[in-house]
């Protein structure tokens, strides 16, 4: 094949990706892909926060270490964490060790045990958006906004139940990695697939 058939049939990816394997699996299989489960959108949400200051590759690298020190986000577990699981956390070298962001984190399970005795996280966070996700046709990375108005509603809604590190910023961060938005780039070659799985997506109301 020659170098310009090669050209023409290279995938083409958002521009944010890289060539690190991980960040490109990540970008091929994860970014963009709309999720219903409350545990997995909790965990989302608790390593964009982690992320706020860093780069998200940092976390990406990191995230089967996240997954095993916080007991796989599970939520029940993480709200009865004390002094002596703040200790061990800071000691471990496999996660970011920052100890706003390991209170916050616990603190965030409290907030979201709390809530679900009402109401799903999920249906919670979906229920902003009525219509289903929003599929955005962004030409460039200078189209696509730090936050929106919508993620500013979204943190503020965060807060007043209680989370922390879920400011608007981090906020819209999570709603494209979790599909509540498509912010691939329309020549990007996810576009179009996540679009897809975003129109027949159903969100959870209850």
């Not at 976390?59 to 916080?70: D, G, H, P």
């Not at 986000?73 to 496999?94: N, Q, T």
């Not at 229920?127 to 929106?148: K, W």
């Not at 979790?178 to 897809?196: I, K, P, Q, T, Y």
């Amino acid at each position: 094949m020659s170098r310009t058939s090669e050209a023409a049939t290279a995938i083409v990816r958002c521009p944010w990706t890289g060539t690190d394997p991980l960040y490109v699996a990540y970008h091929d299989e994860e970014w963009g892909v709309p999720k219903a489960n409350s545990r997995a959108l909790f965990e989302k949400l608790v390593l964009e926060g982690f992320q706020s200051g860093l780069s998200w590759i940092t976390i990406l690298r990191k995230r089967e270490n996240f997954r095993r020190a916080f007991d796989g986000f599970d939520a029940e577990k993480i709200a009865r964490y004390g002094e002596k699981d703040v200790a061990r956390l800071m000691a471990d070298p496999g996660i970011v060790r920052n100890r706003l962001k390991v209170e916050a984190t616990i603190e965030n399970a409290r907030a979201f045990v709390k809530f679900s005795e009402k109401q799903s996280f999920a249906s919670f966070l979906w229920s902003f958006l009525p219509d289903g996700p929003i599929v955005n046709y962004r030409n460039g990375l200078d189209q696509v906004p730090a936050s929106t108005e919508l993620s500013v509603r979204i943190s503020k809604a965060l807060k007043k139940e209680g989370f922390r590190f879920v400011g608007p910023t981090t906020v819209y961060a999570f709603m494209q990695s979790v599909g509540m938005v498509n912010d691939h780039l329309v020549s990007c070659h996810r576009h179009a697939a996540c679009a897809e799985l975003q129109r027949k997506f159903n969100p959870p109301r209850s």
